[in-house]
């Protein structure tokens, strides 16, 4: 199943596939090159440059909300800036999120080469679709079943893949949202694997058998609803 959107950019017009992933359950798609290479360096020189209190230094990674703070007692809403604005309407003109629950917020991730992020899902403070942007560098996420208990879910190991390469678009839903959590190994290179990763027919290129891909320092942008927000109201 594929889809067609026309979606403009600044420069030019370009037909986006919204292509699904099949041999997983549903649902995930994936869009090679939904931003150009410029597009991709104006992001990352807009991400580098936020002054350091935007940043949250986590152990493993630093990362940036735009929009506000996630909390299960409502997010209270933030200004976007331009530069990431163009980039949620870009992603609400493929017609993913209901006119209701348009996207509000960014979580921008850093990943330096060797880091990764523990198995975890979105969870019920979004609405159930997430889509990532990459940028700077491809990665490997992986997707283990979510199980009822901690230890057994120590025990497994994840089923399959998916290859994010960079100006990629990811989109989840469905089953792959809810049922599955979702990870990146802490390494330096990624190995391909055919069997494992299963959206290698829609990459941008054709990758070879056990071919390795060096990791380099990685921008994702994750695009999502926050249905619970209130504005911030200020007594004087």
């Not at 090679?32 to 986590?58: A, G, R, Y």
């Not at 959206?199 to 990685?218: A, D």
């Amino acid at each position: 199943m594929s889809k067609s959107i026309n979606m403009e950019t600044n420069s030019t017009n370009m037909l986006t596939s919204l292509n699904l992933i099949k041999n997983v359950p549903p649902s995930a798609y994936y869009v090679p090159n939904f931003i150009t290479d410029n597009e991709e360096d104006e992001l990352m020189k807009h991400v580098s440059s936020c002054p350091l209190p935007k940043w949250t230094q986590l152990s493993n990674r630093r990362l940036q909300n735009w929009g506000g703070i996630p909390h299960q007692k409502g997010m209270i809403a933030e200004e976007i800036p331009k530069w990431l604005k163009k980039y949620m309407d870009r992603i609400s003109s493929l017609n993913i999120f209901s006119n209701d629950k348009l996207p509000n917020h960014v979580l921008i991730n850093e990943y330096l080469s060797g880091q990764g992020i523990m198995g975890h899902t979105d969870g019920p403070l979004f609405h159930p679709i997430v889509t990532t942007i990459s940028c700077g560098s491809h990665t490997l996420l992986e997707f283990t079943k979510r199980l009822d208990t901690e230890e057994n879910q120590r025990q497994l190991k994840p089923e399959f893949s998916f290859l994010l390469e960079r100006r990629s678009l990811l989109v989840l839903q469905d089953t792959l949202y809810h049922d599955y959590l979702h990870s990146i190994s802490e390494c330096n290179y990624d190995t391909i694997e055919s069997s494992y990763i299963r959206n290698l027919n829609l990459c941008s290129i054709k990758y070879e058998e056990s071919e390795k891909l060096n990791r380099e320092t990685r921008i994702s942008l994750t695009i999502r609803h926050v249905p619970k927000t209130s504005k911030l109201k200020l007594k004087f």
